[in-house]
Structure formats: structure tokens, C-alpha cells
RNA sequence: GGAGGAAUACCCAAGUCUGGCUGAAGGGAAUGGUCUUGAAAACCAUCAGGCGGGUUAAACCGCGCGGGGGUUCGAAUCCCUCUUCCUCCUCCA
């Protein structure tokens, strides 16, 4: 959520740059009106209670005295249903006024290039030699399903489409992507492991942005208020939802290892093969609470710590800085980070790094103290995939592949996979 | 799933039956001070924070006794509902 302060004093400049965005503002036309509305209703049913208070006080004292108060009981009488038809109105006017800002997009920060399409993202850093092959590339989907360790057909006859089983080796790769890359991020990044639940009610949701705007993209468990989490980003940062942290554990980060699960609504037909796009995938997320005056390098180490998975595990790859139109709902700034996916001879999503400033920690309340007896400020937190395990694994595998249908396991994962050094095809 | 019990400020805890100087007793912790060579102990003092309205800033006002509704002139106190925790039974990885 933006300051509403902040708005009221310069909502022209606050509006030009939300129409760079590729988002629907809503009725952010009414936001004069409404928060006009809303503070004279308040000052008006405020008069009201103070009176009610005052005069409430007298009766008690006439009635301790004994004394007759009917004459201010009735006048009372007709003050409380002023108050209750008021406050009914406020009711109506905030909850419009609370909608429409919950609706509303995180400003893009000045270093945002403005853009309309992914065309205008800006490409800020190449690693890796994209690999040369002297034999047919094959899609990581034929690759796994040829080496007998991912089963796209079976998951659709026991789930649906965009599942997947992984067997034998294949699991085992996914296991050992996942510890490698908990293990990197806690022992050499600093941050603190977490195991997340991986369902979460509504108000977590609507901390994190998910809701009420995205609803339909996330899955919800049939005559309850649960949903299924998209990403751990929600459970992990909601991890300090109402409080007021003390400012010495700040930057804080936690790196969450969880299935992440995604409807997918409105990507029918797109990446229907392969691990692209699924329902369900496995991340390894990081999450980071800092100081307002730090977050933007707290984005470019997050950054690097991504980037660093993907180094170690010599996987060509490209940094991009999104544009106005490509940062999403919540993000003040992102860096995308694709990989090279040599069967589709481009690069693919396999990180997204955000900096949401405070537009998080309005919506879950999340705040800090400077010192004892400061007033309490609100934390910025960050995120990003360190990595998407999925992807990876596609990554992994067409990246790696031999002449022979073979995949060479990388040299940092081999420990994680029992010494091995080659996934091969099954002799039988 | 069944039957009970509980939720009060940083922590513990009175008040709830019998609605009205309780904007919340009393402890503890914390902070400041006296004393002491220093510390401890003792003693004194301070100790809702927060959110919202308002203001140049204040003053001032409103809301807060788990959350949300309701009854009432008035609710921590009565009613409804939800959540969480505890005990017992049942079930279970």
C-alpha cells in the first residue's frame, strides 16, 4: 500500500508515474474525493463521541448521587443513533477508500526505466559462454523423459496437466539442487534457514500483495479461507506481520526452501510442455528485511546472491532491469535473471529480485524502532528466487547434455548426488 | 471430531457474577536517581504503546482490556461470532 500523506500532497506527480505501469488504477480518480469524504466523517462522528463521553461521565455522577438524569439520558439517546448512522457511513467510505488503495500499484523508483513492453527492459549483465554443441539439442523434456527421470505422462493421468513426477536420479537432482542451494545461502550468505507452511490464510496474502487484486491466481482450498501459497514470499514475510522489530536484527534475511503453487489463469497454451510452467514447483526463496535507507543495495547483494547459484553451477545466464510495465503489482525495482535454455536457443526466467520498499510492510504492518522510544518506522523488505528449482533443473539438463543423451552432473552438485558425475540413459 | 477452561498494557496478575470517578489495582522487569570506592541490596521517581483526526508545530479530540459485530444514555464487564492457547476423551503421520 502507498502513504496516503504522500499521495494527498502530490497526487498529480504520483499519478503520472503509476500510468507507466502496466495496471489498472481503478477508481484512484476518486482518491481526492474519498479521502475528503472520510476525514469529514471522521471529524464529524468524533464531535459526537466526545460529546457522548462528556455527557455519559455527568450521568454516572448524577446516578452515583442519586440524582435524575433523564432529560440528558434521552439527549443521549438521540446523539447514539446520529453516531451509529454516521459511523455506518464511514464504514461504507473507508472500506471503498481501503479498497482502492489496496488495488494500487508500487510506485516505480527513479532508476526504473520507463517502458511499455519487455522490449524496454534493459539488459544490465551477460555471464557465461552460451555452450556450442556439434549434435542435435534435445528439449529437457525429451532428455528426462529418455533418461527415466521425469514423467510428465503419469502426472497427468494421477493429477492433471503442468504436473510432474520426478524419479530415480531426477528426484534425487531436484533434492540436491535444493540443499545446495539452502546450504550456499546459509552458510555463505547469512541467511537464516525457514520451512514454511505452505498454506496461508487470506490476511497473509493481502500483506504480500497477492490480494485482493490476483485472487484468481492462486489456488483456494474449496469452503475454507486457505490458499495455497504461489510462492514462500508470502508465509516468510508475514513471518513478522504486526510487529515492531528491534532495529539490531536488522538486515534480516531468511532463505525458504517450499513448493510454490500457481493456477496459472491466463497462460492456457503457453510452455505446455516441460518444467517451465507448472502447477506446482519447488523454490528456494530469500526474503530480506531491512532499513528504508538501505534497501537498494540490499537489492543489488540479493541480486548477487542469486546469481551466484547459478554461477556455481555454470549456468549461462543474463541480467535484466525490468521497465515501468514489467515490475509487477508490488515491486519498486526488479531485476529478472534468465538462463539459457539451449533447445528454445533463449533465455528464460529464472529469478526475479524485487525491492518493495515499504509497500509490503504498510499492508502487513511490519515496523522497526531506531531506539528505544523512537517512533516505529516500516521495514523494507526484498525478495528473490535463489532459484526457482524447476527451471533449474531444465537449465541442468539441456545445458549438460552429451552427444550420447547423457547429462553431466556439475561438478558442485556431484557431493549432493552420492559422487555421481553422469546421469545416463537406462540400459534395460 | 466430542467435553470443558482461558485470552487484560514488556511479563505476571486483579477487576468480569452485581455495566458508570478503572484511560485500567498490585507485583516483576526496564529506565533515571539517592546511597556505595565500585557493584549488589534498599529507597525514590517514571513507566500504554500504538493507530486515526487535528495543528506550521503543539494543544486538543477519537479508538484501543484476543479480532469482529450487537445490546445500552454508558461495556474490560452483558449477548452473538471468529481466532488462538490449555486440559480431558477420540483419532492420527
Redesign the pocket.
Known amino acids: 500500500m502507498l502513504d496516503?500523506k504522500r499521495i494527498r500532497d502530490n497526487y498529480t506527480e504520483i499519478k503520472e508515474k503509476l500510468s507507466h505501469r502496466n495496471e489498472d488504477l481503478g477508481t484512484f480518480d476518486q482518491f481526492e474525493t474519498l479521502d475528503q469524504q472520510r476525514?469529514d466523517l471522521?471529524?464529524k462522528t468524533?464531535?459526537l463521541?466526545?460529546e457522548?463521553?462528556?455527557?455519559?461521565e455527568q450521568?454516572?455522577q448524577k446516578?452515583?448521587n442519586k440524582e435524575n438524569a433523564d432529560a440528558e439520558?434521552a439527549h443521549?439517546?438521540k446523539?447514539?443513533d446520529d453516531i451509529k448512522v454516521m459511523d455506518t457511513d464511514l464504514r461504507d467510505v473507508e472500506d471503498k477508500f481501503r479498497d482502492m488503495m489496496m488495488r494500487l500499484p508500487n510506485i516505480p523508483h527513479e532508476s526504473v526505466p520507463v517502458g511499455d513492453t519487455e522490449d524496454d527492459n534493459v539488459e544490465v549483465a551477460k555471464w557465461g559462454d552460451i555452450p556450442a554443441f556439434d549434435f542435435e539439442v534435445k528439449a529437457h523434456w525429451d532428455l528426462g523423459t529418455d533418461l527415466n527421470i521425469i514423467d510428465f505422462e503419469r502426472a497427468a493421468k494421477t493429477t492433471g496437466s503442468r504436473f510432474v513426477f520426478y524419479r530415480g536420479l531426477g528426484a534425487r537432482l531436484e533434492r540436491a539442487l535444493m540443499s545446495f542451494m539452502m546450504d550456499l545461502h546459509s552458510e555463505e550468505h547469512g541467511y537464516e534457514e525457514m520451512l514454511p507452511p505452505v498454506i496461508v490464510n487470506r490476511d497473509s496474502l493481502t500483506g504480500t500483495g497477492q490480494l485482493p487484486k490476483f485472487e484468481e491466481d492462486v489456488f483456494k482450498l474449496a469452503d475454507t479461507d486457505y490458499f495455497l501459497i504461489p510462492t514462500a514470499e508470502v508465509p516468510v514475510t508475514n513471518f513478522f506481520r504486526d510487529e515492531i522489530l528491534d532495529d539490531e536484527i536488522l538486515p534480516k534475511g531468511f532463505s525458504a526452501y517450499s513448493a510454490s503453487f500457481r493456477s496459472e489463469a491466463g497462460s492456457a497454451g503457453r510452455d505446455t510442455r516441460g518444467l517451465i510452467r507448472q502447477h506446482q514447483f519447488n523454490k528456494v526463496e530469500l526474503v530480506r528485511f531491512v532499513k528504508p535507507e538501505d534497501s537498494y543495495d540490499e537489492l543489488e547483494k540479493l541480486t548477487g546472491h542469486a546469481e551466484k547459484v547459478l554461477q556455481l553451477l555454470g549456468l549461462p545466464y543474463r541480467k535484466l532491469k525490468m521497465c515501468t510495465s514489467d515490475l509487477g503489482f508490488t515491486a519498486a525495482k526488479k531485476y529478472d535473471l534468465e538462463v539459457w535454455i539451449p533447445a528454445q536457443g533463449t533465455y528464460r526466467e529464472i529469478s526475479s529480485c524485487s525491492n518493495f520498499e515499504d509497500f509490503q510492510t504498510r499492508r502487513a504492518n511490519i515496523r522497526f524502532r531506531r531506539e528505544a522510544g523512537a517512533?516505529?518506522e516500516y521495514v523494507h523488505t526484498l525478495n528473490g528466487s535463489g532459484l526457482a528449482i524447476g527451471r533449474t533443473v531444465a537449465a541442468l539438463l539441456e545445458n549438460y547434455q552429451q552427444a550420447d543423451g547423457s547429462v553431466v552432473i556439475p561438478e558442485v552438485l556431484r557431493p549432493y548426488m552420492g559422487g555421481k558425475e553422469v546421469i545416463q540413459a537406462p540400459t534395460k
Do not use: D
Request: aromatic share 0%; glycine share 4%; net charge positive.
Open positions: 496516503i476525514r471522521i471529524a468524533e464531535v463521541k466526545a457522548r463521553n462528556q455527557v455519559s450521568i454516572a446516578k452515583r439520558i443521549m439517546r446523539v447514539g517512533k516505529p
